[in-house]
C-alpha cells in the first residue's frame, strides 16, 4: 500500500484495518480511538513521512524490485482523499488541476 494511515510500527495497525473492515461489513463507520496521533487524510501527512510512498519511491520499487502492482488505500475514507491519492500517483504533475477539474465536473451533472 502506497498510503497507509496507521503510523509505521503503530501497535495497534492490525486492530484497526480489522475494525474498519468489520464497519464496512457492517455499512456503519465508527471512529477509531488510538494512542498514536490521527491520520486521517492522504494529505495530512508532514513530508517525507514514511507510511507515504512518493512515486519516486514507487519508480525506484519498480525498477529495483520488479514490483509493478500498488494498492492505494481508499474504503472508508472521504472521495476527496482518494481522488488526491489517485491524482498524486496516477497523473503527471502537469495535469493534477486538469484532471481534478474533471472530475469535479463529472461529480457535479450527476
Known amino acids: 500500500m502506497v498510503n497507509k494511515f496507521c503510523h509505521k510500527g503503530c501497535p495497534h495497525r492490525q486492530e484497526h484495518y480489522m475494525r474498519n473492515s468489520q464497519d464496512q461489513l457492517d455499512g456503519v463507520m465508527r471512529p477509531f480511538s488510538c494512542t498514536q496521533p490521527p491520520t486521517t487524510a492522504f494529505f495530512d501527512h508532514e513530508p517525507n513521512h514514511p507510511v507515504i510512498l512518493t512515486c519516486d519511491d514507487v ?52
Open 59 to 110: 519508480r525506484a520499487m519498480h525498477d529495483e524490485y520488479g514490483i509493478s502492482h500498488f494498492k492505494i488505500v481508499g474504503r472508508g475514507t472521504s472521495f476527496q482523499t482518494v481522488l488526491e491519492a489517485y491524482v498524486y500517483y496516477l497523473a503527471k504533475p502537469a495535469y493534477r488541476d486538469a484532471v481534478r477539474r474533471a472530475v469535479a465536473m463529472a461529480t457535479r451533472r450527476r
